[in-house]
T-cell receptor, first 113, second 114 residues
């Protein structure tokens, strides 16, 4: 079975600092990985997705993620945090069954002045 | 505007009183799913549908029913709600079965069962 693990349920960074949100996956087949963001009182919005075309994936709002097969990781980064980045972030893997997404437990990002 | 619409956004009900949460999408997507979100557990799939009249169980289907009579609608039915079904529910749709297909999510329905 495929799964993802997000390390750190809460991450706090200062405005302007590097954002690093960790995601490790477990998969017996080449995975298709996603990062979603959930702003307060809203649904989930796709940030970026890995589909094997390129290992470094650029998404919206300045976020990017790098697929590292040797480390089974798909960490999300942003060079400089902004107050508007405060949200909950979910890593997910598509299991290949009817477009089912298996989500990690989420990481809440806090951005402080 | 492409969107997935859920109603209601907030619902408080009593144990055992049947309820339905509606979900509608305007993107002509074949695939639709229901998820529940609980603190520390992320999102877990309840049911999914691959097309009209085709539905199947996800990871946590107990206590829920769904139907897919029209392509755009995928209601979630709780025949006899219980307090452990208090949760945040999301409907999602996607174009097809491809593993790299993006899922679009509704705004969520926060359900409280007392």
């Amino acid at each position: 079975a495929q799964s993802v693990t997000q390390l750190g349920s809460h991450v706090s960074v200062s405005e302007g600092a590097l954002v690093l949100l960790r995601c490790n996956y477990s998969s017996s087949v080449p995975p298709y990985l996603f990062w979603y963001v959930q702003y307060p009182n809203q649904g989930l919005q796709l940030l970026l997705k890995y589909t094997s075309a390129a290992t470094l994936v650029k998404g919206i709002n300045g976020f990017e993620a790098e697929f590292k097969k040797s480390e089974t990781s798909f960490h999300l980064t942003k060079p400089s945090a902004h107050m508007s980045d405060a949200a909950e972030y979910f890593c997910a893997v598509n299991t290949g069954t009817a477009s089912k997404l298996t989500f990690g437990t989420g990481t809440r990002l806090q951005v402080t002045l | 505007e492409a969107q997935v619409t859920q109603n209601p956004r907030y619902l408080i009900t009593v144990t055992g009183k049947k309820l339905t949460v509606t979900c509608s999408q305007n993107m002509n997507h074949e695939y639709m799913s229901w998820y529940r979100q609980d603190p520390g557990l992320g999102l877990r799939q309840i049911y999914y549908s691959m097309n009209v009249e085709v539905t199947d169980k996800g990871d946590v289907p107990e206590g829920y029913k769904v139907s897919r009579k029209e392509k755009r609608n995928f209601p979630l039915i709780l025949e006899s709600p219980s307090p452990n079904q208090t949760s945040l529910y999301f409907c999602a749709s996607s174009l097809g079965p491809g593993v790299n297909t993006e899922a679009f999510f509704g705004q969520g329905t926060r359900l409280t069962v007392v």
